[in-house]
Nanobody, 125 residues
């Protein structure tokens, strides 16, 4: 199965920025579509952004204009740049690999078959 390792989480004040990284390995053919999801205590997991190997990306309405998803030239690291953070962004953030060929760009958790361990993002007032 695809192996995913997230890093970059931490605690910041409202208005601050963080950059999350996801190391991707273990795939044998084409790198899968990659997504970032988040889950706050007591809330359901929600999609944040995704990106395919062509660089096409999709964002949740709640983060458009503030977050940017990107990847390195070798496609083995996926980033999530988060700017203008607010307490509402506080959550465990997960990197995930889609379990099907293609991307779909729908940010549906059930369509992603491999998940990282998560990295905590805490934004204080």
């Amino acid at each position: 199965q695809v192996q995913l390792v997230e890093s970059g989480g931490g605690s910041v004040q409202s208005g601050g920025s963080l950059r999350l990284s996801c190391s991707v390995s273990g795939y044998t053919y084409r790198r899968p579509c990659m997504g970032w999801f988040r889950q706050a205590p007591g809330k359901e997991r929600e999609g944040v952004a995704d990106i395919d190997v062509e660089g096409q990306s999709t964002y949740a309405d709640s983060v458009k204009g503030r977050f940017t998803i990107s990847q390195d030239n070798g496609l083995n690291i996926v980033y999530l740049q988060m700017n203008t953070l607010s307490p509402e962004d506080t959550a465990m953030y997960y990197c995930a690999a889609r379990g099907f060929v293609g991307c779909g760009h729908r940010l549906v958790p059930a369509e992603f078959g491999s998940w990282g361990q998560g990295t905590q993002v805490t934004v204080s007032s």
